[in-house]
């Protein structure tokens, strides 16, 4: 198992965003978590992420529980990966479009066979195709587990040191 992350930004509440924790097996991935950042705090969390970081590819089913449904901010529970900007955003189900809060462009939405997840929970280098036109790909590190937790860890505590 490995325990891995996705930051994804709501697209109703501008300069929202929330963390979701991924459980990842074999088979499939389980949300684990899910975390409310506070008010435009992925912006400050991108400024802290390493250069060069693993962006693993997921080709598993990621299955939610009734206690981690979908965004906090707005309750939708589908997610939509931007080829362009590289940010993963809630998304409305019922809607054929989707205008991306990273970007603000209106995209088409399409099914994927392959979503993306780090330790910092960022994976725009993972969406944004490379010189071929290809996203980029990645593969697993024995060692992923222990830094995604290492640095989530880091990351929370340095938000939780902002004076309140
Ligand atoms: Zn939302
Ligand atoms: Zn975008």
Redesign the pocket.
Same mark, same amino acid.
């Given at each position: 198992m490995k325990q891995l992350n996705q930051l994804i930004l &709501? #697209?109703? #509440?501008e300069g *929202?965003s929330f963390l979701r924790e991924l459980a990842v097996f074999d088979q499939f991935a389980i949300v684990t978590h899910i975390e409310a950042m506070p008010f435009r705090y992925h912006e400050t969390l991108k400024k802290l992420k390493k250069a060069k970081e693993e962006i693993v590819p997921l080709t598993v089913p990621v299955q939610r529980t009734h206690r981690h449904t979908g &965004?906090p901010? &707005?309750g *939708?529970a589908g997610t939509f990966q931007c080829n362009g900007c590289g940010y993963v955003s809630?998304r409305n189900g019922a809607k054929p479009d989707h205008i991306c809060p990273g970007c603000k462009k209106t995209f088409k939405t399409a099914p994927v066979d392959v979503t993306y997840a780090s330790g910092s929970g960022f994976v725009n280098d993972g969406l944004r195709p490379d010189k071929t036109g290809n996203p980029q790909s990645a593969t697993f590190e024995t060692d992923l587990w222990k830094r995604a937790n290492g640095k989530l860890i880091k990351l929370i505590n340095h938000r939780n040191a902002f004076p309140s």
């Open positions: &709501c #697209s109703e #509440s *929202r &965004c901010f &707005c *939708r809630c």
